[in-house]
């Protein structure tokens, strides 16, 4: 009688959200099934998708995934992925799907700026992973470079543009003239925005995300209250009109360094940049970062910084990166 070796058992995917985020996440998991069973190694399985309002239908996800019970999905799941944003329930859920040895997917800029520190402490702790790739500068892949490709050389100095909704906003009154309310309103449409707008315009998305670079490429805590932070909501017509006559362009600049005790010094604000300054010729939801280090010199990422798709890419990459970590354990 001959033996056959046994399928490899699916990861379970438990995926909390289905918005503009997750909504492209479950898409992408039920279209391109092949695709991420080979990369994972072994089949994906989206076990369901929690929303708060079941009975609105969401493009490609059939109604038979949604769940309005996401700590029920969590459970059974080797990898959360938790793109409801918010602190809470996120925080509980991810702080429970680490506690039980999983992998923890995370999209959430707010709660890992805030909590960072403590949520990778009971990771290690518990034997899980926590991954948010998709927290920082959405499909760039900056918090791989900064973690892992960077690892050998020493990062003295982050800048960049790090927030899509707001530059998008800057770029269209600055360069076509729109008026900022309606640059805001379709920056809503393309869902570059927070649920909360106020965190993009007021700088915080982007304090959040500067915080998050500035711990991960120095080791050390990079409080968010510590940020220094001015957003884009009280720039006059008259910012845009002295930025224009200078030559420039007005951008949102998050920057990073260390003093000469080792203390994270970062900042958010709206700095009228020379023309040819890379920064500063980065269009519409484009993000880019410049990463000056010791050996390499500058590095610089460049690429879409919101979006649903886009935003999905760096979440499926992290996925990838969790089905492989569990199947490690
Ligand atoms: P969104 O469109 O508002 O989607 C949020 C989803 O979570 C919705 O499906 C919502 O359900 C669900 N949800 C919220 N609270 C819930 C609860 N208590 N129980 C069950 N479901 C709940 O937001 P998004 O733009 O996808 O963003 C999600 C996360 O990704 C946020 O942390 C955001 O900062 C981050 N992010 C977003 C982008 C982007 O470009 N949009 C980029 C990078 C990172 P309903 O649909 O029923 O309301
Ligand atoms: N609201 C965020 C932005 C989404 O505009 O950059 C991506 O993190």
């Given at each position: 009688m001959s033996t056959h070796p046994s399928a490899p058992s699916p990861l379970r995917v438990a995926l909390l959200g289905g918005g503009t985020v997750g909504g492209a996440v479950a898409r992408a998991l039920l279209g391109r099934a092949d695709h991420y069973a080979q990369r994972a190694g072994r089949p994906v399985q989206l076990l369901g998708v929690a929303v708060r309002d079941t009975g609105r239908p969401r493009e490609g996800i059939p109604t038979t995934l949604l769940t309005d019970d996401p700590r029920a999905l969590a459970e059974g799941a080797d990898v959360v992925v938790e793109v409801?944003?918010?602190?809470e329930p996120a925080g509980e859920l991810i702080e429970a799907a680490l506690r039980r040895g999983a992998q923890v997917v995370t999209a959430n800029k707010q709660l890992v700026a805030r909590r960072g520190e403590e949520l990778h402490a009971l990771a290690a702790e518990h034997g899980a992973g926590l991954h948010y790739e998709?927290?920082?500068?959405?499909?760039?892949?900056v918090m791989a470079v900064v973690r892992e490709?960077?690892?050998g050389d020493e990062v003295t100095r982050i800048r960049g543009i790090v927030n899509g909704s707001t530059n998008y906003v800057l770029d269209l009154v600055g360069r076509?003239?729109?008026p900022f309310a309606d640059a805001v309103r379709q920056a809503g449409e393309l869902g570059y925005?927070?649920?909360?707008p106020t965190e993009d315009l007021q700088g915080l998305d982007a304090a959040a995300k500067i915080a998050i670079l500035a711990r991960t490429a120095w080791g050390v805590p990079a409080p968010l209250e510590e940020v220094e932070v001015t957003g884009i909501?009280?720039?006059?017509d008259a910012d845009f009109a002295d930025a224009a006559r200078q030559g420039g362009v007005l951008k949102l600049v998050a920057s990073a360094e260390r003093d000469t005790d080792g203390r994270v010094r970062a900042s958010v604000r709206p700095l009228i940049l020379p023309a040819e300054d890379p920064l500063a010729q980065a269009r519409g939801g484009t993000n880019v970062v410049e990463l000056e280090a010791a050996l390499a010199g500058p590095v610089r990422l460049v690429g879409a910084g919101a979006g649903g798709d886009q935003t999905a890419s760096a979440v499926l990459g992290d996925v990838v990166r969790a089905g492989l970590a569990a199947a490690r354990r």
């Open positions: 409801m944003g918010g602190s998709a927290a920082v500068m959405a499909a760039v892949p490709s960077l690892a076509e003239g729109v925005l927070e649920a909360d909501a009280d720039l006059t």
